[in-house]
């Protein structure tokens, strides 16, 4: 596993990075209820002795936060731990202060942090900073309670936004995968020019890009069914599983310093790890993938997906 510098020696992320909102609460295409909590602990105790030193968590995650807190109250790891932080929108600024505080004493609580390493301001679009919210920061990073600030986004706009302040964020967590693209071309060089780190999640699309097979999809759904039905075939070309290829296809992307996977079984992560450690992919499959178009861009945010099919 490779690993970058986070905190002046003090601390490395991994190259690789667990996401654990489907450990806290029904997640995902089949909205599946967690594992055990045993398995939890497990999966999350695997993740960290294969050197997997980043835990994407957030207080909006269900039981996510106490399970990470467990886990990590039992090994000798001391993962980088990311959670997240749910906004109010500015008018409700007088009582951002509060609602802060009852969010990060909870985090700290459950995952046994005095100081959080890292809080990301969950689920951002567009524009989102106003100067109540940079003041609510500082207060908490003042207090102790937060070591670095960062921001989990939707679409550009939002992480393009962020880059303007450097000095507040850290790190910025988008969606990106071999169907969704758009990040690489001007936000990833712009944030390594900023000095802001560049953490991606989504990189098997909820599972539609893992899944060996393609599920039927509704018809409002088709322009994501045929694309990810080509990149299936690439996969088969070359002789991979879909999933490898997902995960080849980013986790070696320029500009990338953490990618997330989640997962829910213990054998997933193991192939996830040898996906990795197989290594970057072939140019010219790196080439098949970026020809690959989709026509209703939308649809590569799950959050505009039907609810049920
Ligand atoms: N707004 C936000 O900040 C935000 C939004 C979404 C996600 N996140 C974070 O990002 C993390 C990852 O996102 P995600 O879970 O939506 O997406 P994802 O990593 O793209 O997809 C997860 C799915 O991939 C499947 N999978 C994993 N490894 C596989 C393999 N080797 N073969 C086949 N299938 C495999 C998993 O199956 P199983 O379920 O069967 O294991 C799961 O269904 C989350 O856990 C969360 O921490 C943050």
Known sequence: MKYSD??????????????????????????????CDADCIALIHRAMEAGIHYIDTASAYGRS???VG??????????????????????????????????LEQSRHLLGFDTLPLVKLHSQQG????????????????????DRWGASTYGLAAPLHALSFPDVFAALQVPYNALDRSAASDLFPQAKEAGIDIV??????????????????????????????IFKGTAADAGLSPAELALRYVAYQEGIRVTLFGSTLIEELEQ?????????????????????EIADRD??????????Y
């Not at 601390?11 to 450990?23: C, M, N, P, R, Y």
């Not at 524009?127 to 937060?146: D, Q, R």
Request: aromatic share 10%.
């Open 70 to 103: 467990k886990a990590c109250a039992s090994t000798p790891f001391e993962p980088v731990v990311c959670t997240k932080i749910t906004v109010l929108p500015e008018g409700d600024a007088p009582s951002l202060i509060p609602n802060f505080k009852k969010q």
């Open 299 to 308: 649809l590569l945010n799950p959050g505009n997906w039907p609810p049920h």
């Open 200 to 229: 991606v999640r989504s990189i098997f699309l909820q599972g539609l890009l893992s899944e060996p097979v393609n599920r039927r999809l509704p018809p409002t759904m088709s322009p994501l069914a045929n694309a990810l039905s």
């Open 127 to 146: 524009a989102f900073t106003f100067p109540a919210l940079f003041e609510a920061m500082i207060h908490f990073s003042e207090l102790g309670w937060v």
């Open 272 to 292: 996830n790890l040898r996906f990795y450690e197989a290594g970057p992919l072939p140019a010219d499959l790196v080439e098949l993938i970026q020809n690959i």
């Open 65 to 67: 936060e106490e399970l």
């Open 6 to 35: 986070w905190d002046k020696g003090r601390a490395e992320f991994s190259q690789l990075g667990l996401g654990t909102v489907a450990l806290g609460m029904p997640y995902g295409l089949d909205n599946a209820p967690p594992p």
